[in-house]
């Protein structure tokens, strides 16, 4: 199972997410970094493990401003080893065509800035392309046939419980196993809740692809010696 680290970005620093509630992010305080700068923060990550991918959210694209390419590319020209998933808000063929051209990484769809599912049917084949399944307690956020029809979705796909993201509860492995059934051979990621290495082996034992993680690793419940232990590629079926 793969272990991706979360960086939050908001006004160009890496702020600290408590549970979806986006007004109340502030900027990380966190061992593994002197700033809260995104290279000094992917850099203190780098220091647990070697990993090959981090996401990033981009919180000022998805509530309706600009997408900071600026910090990306300040990200791919100091890791250029590490592979960048990011969700900035895109919601329209033109606009990801355009940033998919300027390869600055994956383009993670996020479900809740989608209208309809016209853009993911539309990059469902592209390889770049993953797509975030976003819920809040029980409502879906986005398009309901978007939910309703695996069919159109991409072979990496993301299930974000915003409402545990930070909050120390645990993962949804409830709705997890739930999507994991609708998705035939897909790739399936958990995002929200993780708490320690327990937690881990809970969805490596689910089947998962991998995790998305971030106070996990801040604040050092999860060690490198951990991720270790599981993360594996999860392309290699063997």
């Not at 029980?138 to 046939?145: A, H, R, T, V, Y």
């Amino acid at each position: 199972m793969e272990v991706i680290p979360v960086i939050d970005l908001m006004d160009g620093t890496v702020v600290r997410a408590r549970m979806g509630r986006r007004d109340q992010y502030r900027p990380i305080d966190t061992p593994l970094s002197p700033t809260s700068d995104p290279v000094d923060v992917v850099r203190g990550l780098l220091t647990l493990h070697p990993f090959a991918t981090i996401y990033v959210a981009d919180l000022d694209g998805i509530q309706g401003g600009r997408d900071d390419r600026a910090v990306l590319r300040r990200l791919t020209d100091a890791f250029p080893q590490v592979s960048l998933w990011v969700d900035n808000g895109i919601a329209d063929g033109v606009r990801a065509a355009d940033w998919l051209a300027a390869g600055l990484g994956h383009l993670v769809i996020g479900s809740e800035t989608q209208e309809d599912a016209a853009l993911v049917r539309r990059l469902a084949s592209d390889p770049r392309v993953a797509l975030s399944l976003d819920f809040r307690g029980q409502s879906f956020l986005g398009p309901p046939e978007l939910l309703s029809d695996p069919m159109c979705w991409p072979r990496t796909v993301i299930v974000m419980t915003l409402a545990l993201v930070g909050s120390g509860a645990g993962p949804d492995l409830e709705r997890l196993l739930a999507i994991r059934e609708l998705a035939a051979d897909r790739m399936i990621y958990a995002a929200g809740g993780v708490r320690d290495r327990a937690d881990l082996a809970a969805l490596a034992r689910a089947s998962v692809a991998g995790a998305l993680v971030a106070s996990c690793l801040h604040d050092s419940r999860v060690t490198g010696r951990d991720i270790a232990a599981l993360h594996v590629d999860p392309t290699d079926r063997r």
